[in-house]
């Protein structure tokens, strides 16, 4: 489940076969001829996470590294292959009455870069970008009733965005006092988001800390978390913080293209531009 690159340094004069399941062709001592790479995935691909110190590098599961001008690279997706962008990290829950954190950004299934004659994919199994983590709950200082009992209550974490490595959950709000603080939100699954910890309520009063967003997963948008409700003597306010971005299913650098022919799944952008070299 490392993210990898179809191009490791070697340097090829002529057709090579890589791997057992395919044939060399009868003329593959022919230099003259273009030199064709065909990856093919049967297994699963994951990325790798972007962090709460680096919410936003996109990362590929799949490079498709750059041969030379003369090189026709293929990209074959079996129908049990699965290609996947890691999930973003929902964001902190709250320190006290602070802000909630923002959920990190998923990253990406295949990269494609420029240099190569032609970069050819064939779906017929699975290629999903990573979806982005939900964001964090904002936390609450209150003074309900002019007691000495004033509650500091930390907002929730945020869900994990659905990929491979699964989104993490945001960790959990910190510095409640006459309360708990809000919980972590959990892990995804490769395809099914995680949901946003619950945000709490004090001792006294009935002010409440914002629960986390859930993080994205196909068809359903990663959250913000939410704010602070029930308010009763509000003092100080946080407010939720933001999701992430999705990933995308490929991305290509600047000068770069390739042909996609899907008989099978494909979960998010394939316009998206530029990427980190794996």
């Not at 090579?16 to 062709?25: A, D, N, R, T, V």
């Not at 902190?92 to 870069?113: F, K, L």
Request: charged share 15%; proline share 3%; with cysteine.
């Amino acid at each position: 489940n490392a993210n990898q690159n179809a191009y490791q340094g070697l340097s090829i004069s002529q057709p090579k076969m890589i791997g057992e399941f395919s044939s060399l062709p009868s003329d593959f001592d022919n230099t003259s001829k273009t030199l064709i790479v065909k990856v093919k995935i049967d297994g699963t691909l994951g990325s790798k996470r972007t962090t709460y110190n680096d919410r936003s590098t996109q990362y590929v599961a799949l490079d498709t590294g750059a041969f030379g001008i003369g090189t026709s690279i293929r990209v074959e997706v079996s129908s049990s292959g699965r290609i996947f962008g890691a999930g973003g990290r929902g964001g902190r829950g709250s320190s006290g009455s602070g802000n909630g954190g923002r959920g990190t950004n998923g990253t990406s299934a295949i990269g494609v870069r420029n240099g190569n004659k032609s970069v050819t994919i064939v779906n017929a199994g699975l290629i999903q970008c990573g979806f982005a983590g939900g964001g964090g709950g904002g936390g609450v200082y209150s003074d309900p009733d002019r007691k000495p009992e004033d509650p500091v209550i930390s907002g929730g974490g945020g869900g994990g965005g659905a990929g491979l490595p699964n989104g993490l959950g945001g960790s959990a709000g910190t510095g409640s006092v006459h309360a708990s603080n809000g919980a972590a939100g959990s892990n995804s699954t490769n395809t099914v988001r995680g949901l946003g910890g619950t945000g709490r309520t004090g001792s006294r009063g009935n002010s409440r800390s914002g629960d986390g967003g859930n993080g994205g997963q196909q068809g359903t948008s990663a959250q913000n978390g939410d704010n602070p409700s029930n308010l009763q003597g509000a003092i100080s306010v946080g407010s939720g913080g933001s999701a992430g971005s999705n990933g995308a299913a490929i991305r290509k650098k600047s000068g770069a293209s390739f042909t996609l022919t899907n008989t099978g799944t494909v979960h998010g952008s394939t316009t998206a531009t530029n990427y980190t070299n794996n």
